[in-house]
């Protein structure tokens, strides 16, 4: 089974950092994975941040400046780094990636931005 598995979430304060890392779970099943994206509660998934096929990087205009999109040079990790977080970042962080040519998500990751 393909699967995408994502890491690193948690509760921080405003202004606090997180970073988040994402890999597939199957050797058996390489993906390299795409992009992140967010769902708070009672809104709809919305895109974070993500590589384009022609390995550009778009970023959502509520995140720019502040979140970092990476790969290592295996393309098998996909990351995110978090600054400068704010209450409304608050949300479950998915990361999503193609196999073949079926879109792959993760179950997310929790991140929560409260004092």
């Known amino acids: 089974q393909v699967q995408l598995v994502e890491s690193g979430g948690g509760l921080v304060q405003p202004g606090g950092s997180l970073r988040l890392s994402c890999t597939g779970s199957?050797?058996?099943?390489?993906?390299?994975?795409m992009g992140w994206y967010r769902q708070a509660p009672g809104k709809e998934r919305e895109l974070v941040a993500t590589f384009t096929r022609d390995r550009d990087i778009r970023y959502s205009d509520s995140v720019k400046g502040r979140f970092t999109i990476s790969r290592d040079k295996t393309l098998k990790i996909l990351s995110l780094q978090m600054n400068s977080l704010k209450p409304e970042d608050t949300a479950l962080y998915s990361c999503?990636?193609?196999?073949?040519?079926?879109?792959?998500w993760g179950q997310g990751t929790q991140v929560t931005v409260s004092s």
């Open positions: 999503n990636g193609i196999y073949g040519s079926v879109t792959v």
């Open positions: 199957n050797s058996r099943f390489p993906i390299n994975p």
